[in-house]
Every structure is written in structure tokens, then in C-alpha cells.
């Protein structure tokens, strides 16, 4: 069962991390379908290049298992950070994606996620091997 449970952890971390990668690159070749969701007060520009950055590595912090925990970590704060973007998306007469229905599910599912990168984060740092198994003796 033990098993089980670390591969349902590892594939969870696989597919945060592909959303993260493919997120962080649509902030580089698709800024424009991000704009709706930024306050007007925040640079579309800066938001989607600091968005785009954070999320490649976020990605990237998961995909590794000696860095997985700092992504579960990273990937947590992320959501985060989102969360007043979402609220404030929630309270716009015209939400940026869907209706306010939309809206206050996505808000809601951020809680979601938030927890996935704590539960991640909580599983602690890989161990590195102490002795490689096919080294010859010295």
C-alpha cells in the first residue's frame, strides 16, 4: 500500500508540474489570453514575465525528486499569491473566465491546490543513495 501511496504522490507532482511548465510557457507565447485575469493596476507585461518564470520553475522544482518538496512548496505559495487575483475576478461584473459561478469554483478549487503543494511539500526531500548498488568494491 506503501507503494501505492508514493506513486499517486509522484504522479500528482508529474501533472502539477506539466500545469506549471505549460502555464509558465503560455505567459511567453500567449500573454494576451492572461491579460483578463490581471488587475489593471499590475503591468500585463511584468505579471505574465514574472508568472511565466515562477511557474517554469515551480515545474521544474517537481519534476526532480531532490527538489520536489521546494515545488510542492513553491507550487503552494503560487496559489497563494493567486488567490486575492482570484477573488478579485470573482468580484468584476464580468469575470475573466465564465460566469461568477465560474468564478467562485475556481477560487475554491485554489484551496484545492494549495493543499496538493502542501501535501507534496510535507513528504520532505528524497534521500540520495548512501552506496551505489552496482559500484564494484573498494
Known sequence: ???????KRKLTAFILAAIMIL???GHFLAGDFYAPMIPGWISVTMANFLSGIAELVTGLLL???LTRHYGGLAFAALMVAFLPIDGWDLLKEDPAIGNHSVAVVRL?????LIWLGWLIWRDGPAK????IQNSPPS
Open 63 to 65: 519534476i526532480y525528486p
Open 108 to 112: 475554491l478549487f485554489q484551496f484545492f
Open 1 to 7: 500500500i506503501q507503494y501505492l501511496y508514493t506513486m
Open 128 to 131: 540520495m543513495p548512501t552506496k
Open 23 to 25: 502555464g509558465g510557457i
